[in-house]
DNA sequence: CCTTTAGTTGAAGTGCACTTCAACTAAAGG
DNA sequence: CCTTTAGTTGAAGTGCACTTCAACTAAAGG
């Protein structure tokens, strides 16, 4: 019973690809023990920053945001439960708030667009205030949201 | 009262970028006539739908998707009120399942991080059946989920 | 000991949803 | 009529989270 794993069997256990591990490793997420041969051996501990980093991916954070979270877990000593507890806890409002938005975006849906008053720059639909994960990656936003926009009237 | 908007026009009212809306017509998901220099006129129905385009992000919903569900409005006349709400009603169940998977997430996050149990590969939050929106886009996944996986026992 | 399986690296590729650029033309204002 | 502002195109670039590839080396099994 070793008590390190290799690429292949954290790969496993994670359900993480052995190509995403080294990425994670070079965004330095996640570290390992080099073998004579230059292989990596994974403390078991990594197992726990894996699934940590998996599920803050499900709540929407970046990559960027994860290393930046997991850099204020304790430096000499294996993090206990109650450290990762309180890292987690962290995400909470984040999901609060995208859960509360998803909940009115669902609540004003059929009516806000089946009905004439689809007032775009002014309504909930479209003006979540950029929180919602659903926006997707790529190149930032050009217009940055026009103040000098007209109010906006719908057609007849 | 011109009854139709120029590409700038369209781009200030919608909050969508110039070149947001080349990028959609080239996708099939807006259309535009042309003026005799060859510039774009859109009517303006069309603003109807590129709200539809960014609500349905908001959902999580891709382009490519959207397209299709835009190809089911009907071809010859302008689209009713009641054409729209059926369309974002097809959205709906989608926008449950998200919010309840996230709010799945929400319950356990503490206890599913903090405590010893996590046993990766049966965690709720590790396979909520890759339904979250969350996941990001990217090359597809490598490991396709491994089945061969050892019930996988956590540390200590 | 040989073969197979698993690992290593750096560089390049992928997919999505765009943006940016260069080099140009059209339309609107004074 | 000239200038400014707004439009056109195709090609290339961006950011994120990876994957894929080529060319290799290490470790494990029989």
Redesign the interface.
Known sequence: MPDSLTIGEL???????P??LRYYERLGLIRADRTGGNQRRYA??E??RV??I??S????VSLDEIRAALDSLPEGRTPS??D??Q???S??SR??E??RL??E??DN??G?????C?S??R?V??N?GDA??????GAR???P??A???P?V??G
Chains 1, 2 share one sequence.
């Open positions: 790969s496993v256990r994670s359900g993480v690809a190509s995403a078991r501990a197992l726990r699934a940590f998996r599920i991916q499900q709540v929407g439960p109650q990762w507890a890292l987690s806890a995400w909470r999901l609060d995208k859960i998803l909940a975006l669902r849906l059929d806000c667009i089946g009905c004439g689809l775009l720059q309504c639909l479209y979540p919602l994960a659903g926006e997707g990656p936003l050009m217009l949201r026009p000098d926009a007209p906006a719908t057609p």
